[in-house]
Structures are given as C-alpha cells and as structure tokens.
C-alpha cells in the first residue's frame, strides 16, 4: 500500500512538472517583463537568458535614430545579442570615465495566451535610453 502511495505521488509530481506546472496565465507573463526589467537595469545578460525558454522566438522592431529594423531571433541569438549589447554599454562608459546611466521603461499592450496555455504573444512598447 505504502509502495501504490508514493507510485501515484510520483506521478502526480511528474503530471505537474511537465504539463500543469507549465501553464502559462497573464500574471507570469507580466512577471517575466517586470524580470526583465531587473536583468536590464542590472545590465545582467545571463540572467536575461535563463528567463528565455529554449523554443523561444523574438520578432522586434528597433527603431534607433530614426531607423527601423525588424529582426526575429530565437533564443540563442536573442542571449548573444544581449551579450553584445550589454558589452557596448560597459565600453561606452568606460569611454565616459565609468558613468554611463541607462533608463528602461516597458508598456504592454495587449497579452494573448494560447489556448494551450504553453505560449504567449506579446505586443507593447520597450524603451531603452543611455
């Protein structure tokens, strides 16, 4: 009996890992931005990475002196370009005698979850100033 409990413990573990542990609702979403948020202003990319999952896919547009780019990344390219990112900005301020600030501000505009509740598209607006 001790053996059939801790088997159907076993399974109700393994059940929420790897499908109802998964499940994602608005307010993970919005915490995933208010993390990225940190990883940003702590200029961590490491951190900006483990957030991501390994299916992850990024479509941005950038607009930087009033040129536009779309890109789209998967996860591996999203970490790399905020690796080299975050590398620019600790050149930059070493160029200004270690004073470089950053703002960032981020508005969401609308959150649609899948109805499998396992991704999440996102539109809104990200603002990085130096």
């Given at each position: 009996?001790?053996?059939?409990?801790?088997?159907?413990?076993?399974?109700?573990?393994?059940?929420?890992?790897?499908?109802?542990?998964?499940?994602?609702?608005?307010?993970?979403?919005?915490?995933?931005?208010?993390?990225?948020?940190?990883?940003?202003?702590?200029?961590?990319?490491?951190?900006?990475?483990?957030?991501?999952?390994?299916?992850?896919?990024?479509e941005s547009k950038t607009t930087m002196m009033g040129?536009?780019?779309?890109?789209?990344?998967?996860?591996?390219?999203?970490?790399?370009?905020?690796?080299?990112?975050?590398?620019?900005?600790?050149?930059?301020g070493e160029r200004m005698g270690g004073i470089l600030?950053?703002?960032?501000?981020?508005?969401?505009?609308?959150?649609?979850?899948?109805?499998?509740?396992?991704?999440?598209?996102?539109?809104?607006?990200?603002?990085?100033?130096?």
């Amino acid at each position: 009996m001790k053996q059939i409990a801790i088997v159907i413990a076993l399974c109700v573990g393994a059940w929420y890992f790897f499908i109802g542990g998964r499940k994602l609702d608005e307010s993970m979403v919005r915490d995933f931005y208010q993390k990225e948020a940190h990883a940003i202003y702590s200029r961590d990319a490491e951190m900006l990475c483990k957030q991501l999952s390994r299916k992850a896919r990024i479509e941005s547009k950038t607009t930087m002196m009033g040129k536009t780019v779309e890109r789209s990344h998967n996860r591996d390219e999203a970490c790399q370009a905020n690796r080299e990112a975050f590398e620019t900005f600790s050149r930059v301020g070493e160029r200004m005698g270690g004073i470089l600030t950053i703002e960032y501000d981020y508005h969401i505009d609308t959150i649609e979850v899948a109805t499998d509740r396992k991704s999440a598209t996102v539109t809104g607006t990200n603002v990085l100033k130096m």
